[in-house]
């Protein structure tokens, strides 16, 4: 009887052996095929944090209705397609803080770098709430 139940344990794995690596060989298959065919970001996808701060700040500055939910979001939008990211952190950053006063606000509002980024971003911002306004985007 012993011999029986050894034979039957035997078989019982040998015939899930088989199925056991046919799953992983589709599985790895599986895998590979769900590589995205472009997995590079594109080159101005801004973080999600950084966009849900953008559309915050921004909806809070005019009126935080949820129609300012999709505006803002178009002009996030609009700020991605003419900034890189990095470019986008440079200017808001000179932009928001060039307001400080005294010597700490010195490096945001003095130098002529800090002048002209945070020119281009007010600018590019304007012109991206106009659109908005406007219903061009």
């Known amino acids: 009887m012993a011999e029986r139940t050894d034979t039957v344990h035997k ?3 040998a015939q899930t052996r088989v199925p056991t690596q046919v799953s992983w060989a589709a599985l790895a298959a599986l895998c590979w095929c769900a590589v995205p ?17 953008f559309v915050q700040d921004c909806m809070g500055r005019h009126g935080g209705k949820l129609e300012d939910l999709y505006k803002c ?3 996030i939008d609009r700020l991605a397609q003419k900034l890189t990211y990095d470019d986008y952190v440079e200017a808001s950053t000179f932009a928001h803080y060039s307001t400080l006063p005294g ?9 002529d770098t ?12 304007a012109d991206a709430l106009r659109h908005v306004d406007w219903g061009l985007l």
């Open 73 to 75: 979001s178009c002009v």
């Open 103 to 111: 010597e700490g606000g010195g490096i945001f509002r003095d130098p």
């Open 11 to 13: 078989s019982v794995a």
């Open 37 to 53: 065919a472009h997995s590079d970001p594109l080159p101005n996808d801004y973080p999600t944090s950084a966009r849900v701060e």
């Open 114 to 125: 800090a002048k002209q980024k945070a020119k281009l971003y007010r600018t590019l911002e």
